[in-house]
């Protein structure tokens, strides 16, 4: 299966608000609400943001959210801080013998 | 605490053979979905294999037929046979438990170069 389509990069000023799209098809995104957001700094590991399209892991800032219209999955960061400059990845369940998609990655920048 | 530990990286020529492991703690490989995700450099996140809890192994296309995925319950422990190594196979192996829902824990990864 093809990577699910996100925009190569987004940027937005201090205390603005960003929202990355994250688009795939009915086998994944569109049939099931197993959608989760990974945050990635340079030469770290990827951290989980938001999980099952909207739960938010303990420790991670309410300023991030996420949302799901039929194939489209949606990250929001509202309040945007310096550190949230990284790279943001989606990722779908689609079903038991593909496992997981990835998105291509979108690199935020805070100008 | 819940842990990934990821080793076993290294160089090694094309059409190598390398088996990397991932040691769990604070929970039981054997009780959840186990995963290898890899990057290469400059890249994104790759999906490479699962197992489940039943024992069911699943690749991507990318990787069927010359990598293997397994676990040692009684060492806790993830493994990734990879054989017929490519130069394409470079990249950072990251283990992961549950990466289909809230229960999503990665390791830190360990870096595979394939070169001669």
């Known amino acids: 299966q093809s990577a699910l389509t996100q925009p190569a990069s987004v940027s937005g000023s201090p205390g603005q608000s960003i929202t990355i799209s994250c688009t795939g098809t009915s086998s994944d995104v569109g049939t099931y609400n197993l959608v989760s957001w990974y945050q990635q700094h340079p030469g770290k590991a990827p951290k989980l943001m938001i999980s099952?399209?909207?739960k938010r892991p303990s420790g991670v800032s309410n300023r991030f959210s996420g949302s799901k219209s039929d194939s489209t999955a949606s990250l929001t960061i509202s309040g945007l801080q310096a550190e949230d400059e990284a790279d943001y990845y989606c990722?779908?369940?689609?079903?038991?013998?593909?496992?997981?998609?990835f998105g291509g990655g979108t690199k935020l920048t805070v100008l | 605490e819940v842990q990934l530990v990821e080793s076993g990286g290294g160089l090694i020529q094309p059409g190598g053979s390398l088996r990397v492991s991932c040691a769990a703690s604070g929970f039981s490989v054997s009780s959840n979905y186990m995963s290898w995700v890899r990057q290469a450099p400059g890249k994104g996140l790759e999906w490479v294999s699962v197992i489940y809890t039943g024992g069911g192994t699943y690749y991507a296309d990318s990787v069927k037929g010359r990598f293997t995925i397994s676990r040692d319950n009684s060492k806790n422990t993830l493994y990734l046979q990879m054989n017929s190594l490519r130069a394409e196979d470079t990249a950072v192996y990251y283990c992961?438990?549950?990466?289909?829902?809230?229960?999503?824990?990665w390791g830190q990864g360990t870096t595979v170069t394939v070169s001669s």
């Open positions: 992961a438990r549950d990466l289909e829902d809230s229960g999503a824990v």
């Open positions: 099952e399209v909207s």
């Open positions: 990722c779908s369940y689609a079903g038991s013998s593909t496992y997981v998609i």
